[in-house]
């Protein structure tokens, strides 16, 4: 009497169930270091704490401050979810009915774009802290217009309904809003490695961190276009590329 064995199919669903949520996991414990420390700085400003050179530019002009907290917050967290295919790839809902990607890309992009803009105006209005300089003032500048550019980008994009060209903008946008969690990490490398930093290194640091999470995300990006189009490839057009060799 011989016994058969069950393949293990339970298991490889939920392993494959992981995978999908491993990038969403990831990008949510990266977005924590901006988040945690936004938390810190709301605290500060509402719970009564004394004004000193480091804050001063906060109590003075707490709307901006506090605007970006909040929508930085909400983008980082809940745009992490956009890279789950479990819910960006769900079944189309019923007529009248959004799906889950498009009510959260309500909440995102306007998140999204309150959060860059209001960025902007502080690397603009507020006194520069010590330690960061005006290389470091011009990169905020640039890399917060590009992101705010990526959103526009991206709406227009959908308008048009070309949705590849639509999530290759947004995934830049949301790769540079998280440039603060990557930057926590590259500074710590860097003063494990090296020691503290100054004013050029400052710089020359946060501007890696955000080329990081551009080249990461341009990565991701070109990633799904070949694996859109070979999905989308006839088969037998396959076959005749595969046999030439190119």
Same mark, same amino acid.
């Given at each position: 009497?011989?016994s058969?064995k069950t393949?293990p199919i339970?298991s490889?669903?939920r392993?494959?169930?992981?995978?999908?949520w491993?990038?969403p996991?990831?990008?949510?414990?990266?977005?924590? @270091?901006?988040v945690?420390?936004g938390?810190a700085?709301?605290?500060e400003l509402t719970g009564? !704490?004394?004004v000193?050179p480091?804050? !001063?530019?906060?109590f003075?002009?707490?709307i901006?401050?506090?605007?970006?907290?909040?929508?930085?917050t909400?983008?980082?967290?809940?745009g !992490?979810?956009?890279?789950a295919p479990t819910l960006r790839?769900?079944s189309p809902p /019923?007529?009248g009915?959004?799906?889950w990607h498009?009510?959260a $890309?309500? @909440?995102?992009?306007?998140a999204?774009?309150?959060?860059?803009?209001?960025g902007?105006w502080m690397s603009?209005?507020y006194?520069?802290p010590?330690?960061d300089?005006?290389?470091?003032?011009?990169l905020?500048l =640039?890399f917060g217009?590009?992101m705010?550019a990526? =959103?526009?980008?991206g709406l227009?994009a @959908? /308008?048009r309904r #070309?949705?590849?060209?639509h $999530?290759?903008?947004?995934? +830049?946008?949301?790769? =540079?809003?998280?440039?603060?969690?990557t930057q926590?990490?590259v500074?710590?490398?860097?003063?494990?490695?090296?020691?503290?930093? #100054?004013?050029?290194?400052?710089?020359v640091?946060? $501007?890696a961190?955000w080329v @990081?999470n551009?080249?990461?995300?341009e990565?991701f =990006? /070109?990633?799904? +276009?070949?694996?859109h189009?070979f999905?989308?490839?006839p088969r037998?057009?396959?076959?005749r590329?595969?046999?030439? $060799?190119?």
């Amino acid at each position: 009497m011989t016994s058969q064995k069950t393949p293990p199919i339970r298991s490889h669903s939920r392993s494959r169930r992981r995978t999908k949520w491993a990038v969403p996991m990831a990008l949510i414990v990266l977005s924590l @270091i901006p988040v945690i420390a936004g938390a810190a700085r709301l605290t500060e400003l509402t719970g009564g !704490a004394n004004v000193t050179p480091q804050n !001063a530019r906060f109590f003075a002009s707490p709307i901006p401050v506090l605007t970006h907290i909040v929508t930085v917050t909400v983008y980082s967290l809940l745009g !992490a979810f956009q890279f789950a295919p479990t819910l960006r790839h769900a079944s189309p809902p /019923r007529r009248g009915r959004q799906s889950w990607h498009q009510m959260a $890309g309500r @909440i995102l992009v306007p998140a999204g774009l309150l959060a860059g803009l209001s960025g902007l105006w502080m690397s603009l209005f507020y006194a520069l802290p010590e330690g960061d300089g005006e290389a470091l003032l011009v990169l905020r500048l =640039i890399f917060g217009s590009a992101m705010v550019a990526s =959103i526009i980008m991206g709406l227009f994009a @959908i /308008r048009r309904r #070309d949705y590849a060209t639509h $999530g290759a903008w947004m995934t +830049r946008a949301y790769a =540079i809003a998280l440039g603060a969690g990557t930057q926590a990490f590259v500074f710590l490398a860097w003063m494990l490695v090296v020691g503290p930093t #100054d004013e050029t290194t400052r710089a020359v640091l946060m $501007g890696a961190s955000w080329v @990081i999470n551009l080249a990461v995300a341009e990565y991701f =990006i /070109r990633r799904r +276009r070949a694996s859109h189009k070979f999905r989308w490839e006839p088969r037998v057009t396959r076959r005749r590329r595969e046999l030439s $060799g190119t």
